[in-house]
């Protein structure tokens, strides 16, 4: 069974960087897509950034562009969100989350990411 655990949250002030963590297990990622969600109170989700697991192509979204970078470890079978330049509009719970299909199909539980002014 497929298992994404989210770690690295926290508060931080503006203009502070956090590294978010993805652990997955129950499989071989190969072949997949991992994803960086985030949700923020009374908005939708929305994707922030994604990377395939096999040769490391990223796309960010235009909001995030310049400050996230995602990343992989493939030992560890581990992926990574650095976030660089927080600003209060970065404040969400952030989800990792894998795909095979168009569709994402595995997510983690969340973790809590506050930025303060």
């Known amino acids: 069974q497929v298992q994404l655990v989210e770690s690295g949250g926290g508060l931080v002030q503006t203009g502070g960087s956090l590294r978010l963590s993805c652990a997955a297990s129950g499989r071989t990622f190969s072949g997949y897509t991992m994803g960086w969600f985030r949700q923020a109170p009374g908005r939708e989700r929305e994707i922030v950034a994604a990377i395939t697991w096999n040769v490391g192509i990223t796309s960010y979204a235009d909001s995030v562009k310049g400050r996230f970078t995602i990343s992989r470890d493939n030992a560890e079978n581990t992926v990574y969100l650095q976030m660089n330049s927080l600003k209060p509009e970065d404040t969400a719970v952030y989800y990792c989350?894998?795909?095979?299909?168009?569709?994402?199909?595995?997510w983690g539980q969340g973790t809590q990411v506050t930025v303060s002014s």
């Open positions: 989350a894998a795909r095979t299909t168009r569709r994402y199909e595995y």
